[in-house]
């Protein structure tokens, strides 16, 4: 029985001798982490250069010492955009490469519903959606309120985005409307009841009668209500 514990008291004195030389030989296996996320200062810094208004920064990988000093500047060395690499220069021009998967978002104006051909959007016709940056059509309509009251060139689907070549920019005024015409002559100006002959465009030339002359006039429609003629 003395010889089993000898042997036992010898084993444990053994692996506690191994478990300390470990930690004390081996201390550069235990980094203690900055006082500063190397993944936010990115995502700041991303933010503060690039007119996107979400990033996702993910798979972070840093290769060179990280300490609690903040980076003095970041250099883009590849992307920035999908997998990219940055440098982290630091005081004394020590360098820290931070690689990682980057996203951007923005947020675009998408259709609810199928619409056809001359449809005038509503606001209940659109919403807003986020969606990457790189799936972003340049022309991408960004302010909804940019479209409201506007027609459609063309017919589109449901849930797509809306660009400004599938709109006509200029507001469009129907046949028939009613509006006020403003008539100027050798400096006077007169207001009176008015509709629209022809369809028209805000800015632009349109035909309107006269409703207490019955007479036809031409006119720049200044507004959806307004058409201003000079006599």
């Known amino acids: 029985m003395n010889k089993r514990m000898r042997s036992m008291r010898i084993l444990l004195h053994v692996t506690c001798t191994v478990l300390i030389s470990y930690f004390i030989l081996m201390p550069s296996v235990f980094v203690s982490a900055a006082s500063w996320s190397p993944e936010d200062e990115l995502r700041s810094y991303l933010l503060k250069n690039y007119p996107w208004e979400e990033i996702d920064v993910s798979n972070v990988q840093l290769i060179g010492k990280i300490s609690n000093e903040l980076p003095e500047r970041i250099l883009v060395e590849k992307g920035p955009l999908g997998r990219a690499a940055f440098s982290l220069i630091l005081k004394n021009n ?31 016709d659109i919403y807003l959606s986020k969606i990457d940056i790189r799936k972003m ?20 689907t449901a849930n797509i985005p809306i660009v400004e070549d599938m709109i006509e920019m200029s507001q469009v005024v129907a046949r028939g409307e009613r509006v006020v015409l403003l008539l100027s002559y050798k400096g006077m100006s007169i207001r009176t009841s008015g509709k629209t002959k022809e369809r028209g465009y805000v800015g632009m030339p349109v035909r309107a009668m006269n409703i207490s002359s019955k007479k036809e006039v031409i006119g720049i429609l200044v507004d959806n209500r307004t058409v201003k003629v000079v006599l």
Do not use: N, T, Y
């Open 94 to 124: 020590k360098k820290i490469i931070l690689k990682a998967h980057v996203r951007a978002f923005g947020r675009v104006v998408k259709s609810k519903r199928p619409f056809k051909k001359k449809h005038v959007i509503a606001s209940d």
């Open 137 to 156: 059509p340049g022309s991408a309509v960004k302010d909804p309120e940019k479209i409201l009251g506007k027609s459609l060139k063309r017919s589109i």
